[in-house]
């Protein structure tokens, strides 16, 4: 199995920054694509950003969050981040990743529990 546990979400103003982490473990063979997710209260689920393996590895960002938003990983500690800048009050959301990880059982799409972000002065 696989575990997700994102870190980073909070109280911040607007204009302000926040960084989430998340972290992958468990049987882990390999991680392909990992991403950062965000559902408002009432809204489905909506894709902020994803990032594929390796350095280098292709970025694909919500246009919403273009140019505030940048996504990395470490791929050594299965790790993926989300930097959050210039942020808004409609950026409040729980912000959940998942990541497509292969196991001994193969390929499977893994997600966290969620992170709560909150934007307000």
């Known amino acids: 199995q696989v575990q997700l546990v994102e870190s980073g979400g909070g109280l911040v103003q607007p204009g302000g920054s926040l960084r989430l982490s998340c972290a992958a473990s468990g049987s882990i063979f390999s991680i392909a694509e990992m991403g950062w997710h965000r559902q408002a209260p009432g809204e489905p689920r909506e894709l902020v950003a994803t990032?594929?393996?390796?350095?280098?590895?292709?970025?694909i960002y919500a246009e919403f969050v273009r140019g505030r938003f940048t996504i990395s990983r470490d791929d050594a500690k299965n790790t993926v981040y989300l930097q959050m800048n210039s942020l808004k009050p409609e950026d409040t959301a729980v912000y959940v990743c998942n990541a497509v990880a292969t196991t001994l059982l193969g390929e499977d799409d893994y997600w966290g529990q969620g992170t709560q972000v909150t934007v307000s002065s």
């Open positions: 990032i594929a393996s390796g350095s280098g590895g292709k970025r």
